[in-house]
């Protein structure tokens, strides 16, 4: 027999599987939290239609007993005494994985999560052949916070049972938590096409994930088709009413705001003045050729004052600033206003953005750019995107730092395409980019320079950088990335610090970075970095190698 139509007529027969679950259910989602008891009512359901009868297939009448006089106390609601049948059941036959599966569904009902969680696990590694297991353990592991982990296992479940729309379900559910709204929509439609009975939770769903997004339309349709495909008068019907009435009376979009705050101790084995990602000014001021710890703060703030289905519009402001333990004059402070406008048509979506720098160095002016960057981000699937981006940047270098310093003064022409692919869904990436940018400083083109003479001419480039970076799904709450990026540049005039004023500059720049970290509570993380630069110049005045060790604690509001 089916697992649904059992499930089906179970739920007819214990009346109290379909009260106080649901109505914890919606009440918990319109505070957009987990639908736990609703959880717990679909794993009781799942791991009580099994297609043999577990007394049928163990002759031990202890084990008969309990697990008999377990099921009849659990239906009526005395989950204690249910749990404890169970128990005693698994004492009787050890192996027995069906006593098992009713102990961790009975504890779910009890809200003893964590034991919950002990008990599935076990049992997955044990027989990793059960899809009910892997289930159960999502939906412990769900309840304690660990959606990425819970993620992992519904996985396990497909693989075993693609079959099963509850696994769509919950995925779509755990994604809905994550925020992830498309992949949680595409779940919640392959559920209702292999279970209709599932269309009205999962409509529902859909409907608040709209209006997480400010699309109110569309959510409002969302929650009148859940209300519509479900029972009149039922409480999922009854809380979605609700939402439609406090939706029309208050139209809410999502918050119109983000703060972002951290915190970094770092060891740089090379401390070397390279602010936002410009190249440093020749001469040993520029890379000091010794290491040093400091602390760097970072704060970041977006406001969005037009957000529709359509049309987002925002200002952004940021404020960078690093304070050397030693080596002070490498203090950098940056401060980084933007705007943008963004537009959403279909699988297109479409930014304009301005962005001001104004970086100082050793209590100094040092840069002032203003840069114009459109940006267009093509929704292959709901896991492949492709993002093309252009960039006009006019840099004002100033000369309190560094003497010459504004012989960098130009123009920055850059254009780039970045594709990115999601797997293990959403919570795992892998990223492959090209980008190519240029200066022009309006040096002219000389045939030789003058050593030890600088001018606009040594800072002519052209350049190709390729980028590669992968996002590896979370294990145990830990999420860990790397990334490798290889610069090459040619300048295009003899430079002033090659030895005979004939050299053409040269450069091989190579980025590694490797993140591990965890999140501590709902808005606050921790995050252990290391970076590596080697920059392999033929002029040696450029050529470094730096090692940047950080502990960073962040924050988001």
Not at 14 to 39: A, D
Not at 223 to 249: C, D, F, K, M, N
Not at 520 to 531: G, H, K, Q
């Amino acid at each position: 027999m089916g697992v649904l139509c059992y499930a089906a007529r179970y739920v007819k027969h214990f009346e109290g599987f379909r009260q106080s679950p649901l109505s914890k259910t919606v009440t918990m989602r319109q505070r957009h939290g987990l639908s736990n008891w609703y959880c717990a009512l679909c794993l009781c359901v799942i791991g009580l239609a099994l297609d043999h009868v577990a007394w049928a297939q163990a002759p031990n009448e202890t084990y008969d007993f309990n697990i008999s006089k377990g099921i009849v106390e659990f239906g009526r609601g005395h989950y204690q005494q249910a749990a404890d049948h169970f128990e005693q059941a698994r004492q009787a036959v050890p192996n027995d994985p069906e006593a098992v599966e009713y102990l961790g569904q009975t504890l779910l009902r009890l809200k003893k999560y964590q034991e919950a969680e002990t008990l599935f696990h076990d049992l997955t590694m044990k027989q990793p052949a059960r899809p009910q297991a892997w289930l159960g353990l999502a939906i412990s592991q769900s309840h304690l916070g660990k959606y990425r982990e819970a993620l992992a296992a519904l996985d396990q479940a497909q693989k075993l049972d693609p079959k099963n729309p509850l696994v769509y379900f919950y995925q779509g559910v755990v994604s809905h938590e994550l925020k992830s709204f498309n992949q949680s929509s595409a779940l919640f439609s392959r559920a209702m096409a292999l279970s209709p009975d599932l269309t009205p939770t999962a409509r529902y769903y859909t409907g608040m994930s709209y209006y997480e997004r400010g699309m109110i339309d569309q959510g409002q349709k969302e929650i009148e088709a859940a209300i519509a495909s479900g029972e009149p008068e039922s409480e999922l019907a009854r809380i979605a009413r609700e939402v439609l009435q406090q939706r029309t009376a208050v139209p809410k979009g999502p918050r119109p705001w983000d703060l972002n705050l951290s915190v970094s101790g770092q060891y740089d084995t090379n401390v070397v003045l390279l602010p936002i990602g410009t190249q440093p000014p020749g001469g040993t001021s520029s890379i000091s050729q010794k290491d040093d710890f400091r602390t760097t703060f970072y704060a970041r703030g977006e406001y969005r004052p037009i957000q529709t289905a359509g049309w987002t519009a925002g200002v952004t402001y940021g404020f960078y600033q690093s304070l050397q333990q030693t080596l002070t004059a490498f203090d950098i402070q940056d401060h980084a206003p933007s705007a943008f406008v963004q537009h959403q048509l279909g699988r297109v979506t479409a930014r304009l953005q301005y962005a001001f720098d104004y970086v100082r160095v050793g209590q100094d002016p040092f840069l002032l750019s203003n840069a114009v960057q459109p940006i267009f981000t093509i929704a292959e699937t709901n896991s492949l995107f492709t993002q093309l981006q252009f960039r006009y940047q006019y840099k004002d270098f100033q000369d309190d730092r560094f003497a010459g310093n504004s012989f960098r003064d130009g123009k920055n022409w850059l254009a780039g395409v970045t594709q990115y692919a999601y797997f293990a869904n959403g919570t795992g990436h892998v990223r492959l980019g090209y980008t190519f940018d240029t200066d022009r400083t309006g040096g002219g083109s000389p045939s030789v320079a003058t050593p030890g003479v600088q001018t606009n001419a040594d800072w002519d480039y052209h350049a190709h950088r390729l980028s590669v970076g992968l996002g590896v799904p979370d294990f145990w709450t830990l999420k860990s990335n790397v990334a490798f990026d290889y610069y090459h540049m040619d300048y295009d005039n003899p430079n002033s610090f090659s030895a005979g004023g004939t050299t053409k500059r040269r450069d091989n720049v190579m980025f590694f970075t490797a993140t591990i970290g965890r999140p501590l509570t709902d808005w606050l993380s921790i995050a252990a970095e290391y970076n590596y630069t080697r920059d392999e110049s033929n002029l040696t005045v450029f050529n470094y190698a730096r090692n940047i060790y950080s502990l960073t604690l962040s924050s988001r509001f």
